[in-house]
């Protein structure tokens, strides 16, 4: 399988906890892409990579969240002092790079996080 | 800022009958249009984009979307149905590089439609 792979699919974890989640992108991908999705909701994005230099950050993105990709390959989103407010599904997303920017984002599966 | 407006939680269509999901955006510029579908418990998957020309675009599965920049619409449509088309669609937009300069990459995206195909 050559798509978006992200591990791992589910996680449980106690408040408090820190929880740390990986995406593989596909291989020839320059650009990475993480997004949160909430029941009912459509993806908000998170942050975004072009090889190993993080380019772009949200609001939503708070000092509790860290997000590397120390070799422009795999990244890793960690979630510090996690809270109930952050249960939600992941996505990673990745897209090949391209001087006009229209190539489409490929998803992967998504880690859903539950904050007990 | 830019936005992305689903008016519909949910669509019903009988199957073989023909469907539009619609969407409404707003941004700074010129669009980049796509949509998505999401299958349970699966990740979103790419159907079909505008970039610019043609106001028609083909995608995958039979789909077709048509880009309308005076009423700010990117809806989108199928022939015909088919209950395998159930899923949650979601149109998202993002400004194009030439407008937004400093190459804003990340895609704004509506609350999703659900359609459901009636056998």
């Known amino acids: 399988d050559t798509g978006v792979s992200q591990d791992p699919r589910h996680k449980i974890t106690k408040r408090g906890q820190n929880v740390t989640f990986r995406c593989d992108p596909i291989?020839?991908?320059?650009?990475l892409y993480w997004y949160r999705q909430t029941l009912g909701q459509g993806p908000e994005f998170l942050t975004y990579?072009?090889?190993?230099?993080?380019?772009?950050k949200s609001r939503l993105l708070s000092d509790r969240f860290s997000a590397e990709r120390p070799k422009g390959s795999f990244s890793t989103l960690e979630i510090q002092r996690t809270e109930q407010g952050d249960s939600a599904m992941y996505l990673c997303a990745s897209s090949s790079l391209d001087p006009t920017g229209s190539n489409e984002q490929f998803f992967g599966p998504g880690t859903r996080l539950t904050v007990l | 800022a830019q936005s992305v407006a689903q008016p519909e939680d949910q669509v019903n269509v009988a199957e073989g009958n023909p469907l539009t999901v619609k969407c409404t955006y707003s941004?700074?510029?010129?669009?980049?249009l796509f949509w998505y579908v999401q299958y349970p418990n699966r990740g979103l998957q790419f159907l079909l984009k505008y970039i610019t020309g043609d106001n028609l675009v083909k995608g995958s599965y039979g789909f077709e979307a048509e880009f309308n920049k005076s009423q700010t619409s990117f809806h989108l449509k199928k022939p015909s149905a088919l209950v395998s088309d159930s899923a949650l669609y979601f149109c998202a937009v993002r400004v194009s590089l030439a407008y937004s300069g400093a190459g804003s990459y990340q895609l704004t995206f509506g609350k999703g439609t659900k359609l459901s195909v009636i056998p």
């Open positions: 291989s020839e991908h320059n650009r």
């Open positions: 941004v700074s510029g010129n669009p980049y």
């Open positions: 990579f072009q090889n190993e230099a993080q380019l772009e």
